[in-house]
Each structure stands twice: as C-alpha cells, then as structure tokens.
C-alpha cells in the first residue's frame, strides 16, 4: 500500500510539472517575440524564445520525416 501511495505522489508531482511546462511555453509563445528575452532577475537570469526544429540540441535539424523514420523503426 505504501509503494502505491509513493507511486501516486510520483504521478501527482510528475503531471504537475508536466503542467507547468507546457503553461510556461503556451505563456513564452504569446507573450515574447521570437529571438527576443525578458529578465528574469537583472543581469543573471534571462527568458528567451528560440524555436528548436531539430532533435535534442538542434541536432539533425535538416534531415526531414524520413531520416526520423529510420531511426524510430531501427
């Protein structure tokens, strides 16, 4: 029963998260323009709205839907 106590707090906090991110970009998107920032605290802190159309880190960003494809099915 504890473990499945655990395991809901998991998912609680996990889907929270989930929530908060997808607020924050929906929020990014609306409100910053492409390319720009706004500081978050003066001269440490920066939020800025790049567009990513590559995988992680913008790696393969050019190869298209058929490259992805290979992969996923390898």
């Known amino acids: 029963m504890k473990k499945m106590i655990q395991g809901i707090q998991y ?4 889907m929270a998260l989930f929530f908060i991110d997808q607020f924050s ?4 998107v609306s409100n910053i ?3 720009s ?5 003066p001269n440490f802190l ?3 709205f790049v567009k990513n159309t590559g ?3 913008s790696l ?3 190869y298209g839907i058929l490259f992805f494809s290979v992969l996923t099915i390898s």
């Open 37 to 41: 920032h706004i500081d978050i605290i």
């Open 60 to 62: 393969f960003e050019n």
């Open 46 to 48: 920066y939020l800025t």
């Open 25 to 28: 970009k929906s929020w990014v």
């Open 11 to 14: 998912f609680i906090f996990f």
């Open 55 to 57: 995988a992680g880190f």
């Open 33 to 35: 323009q492409l390319s």
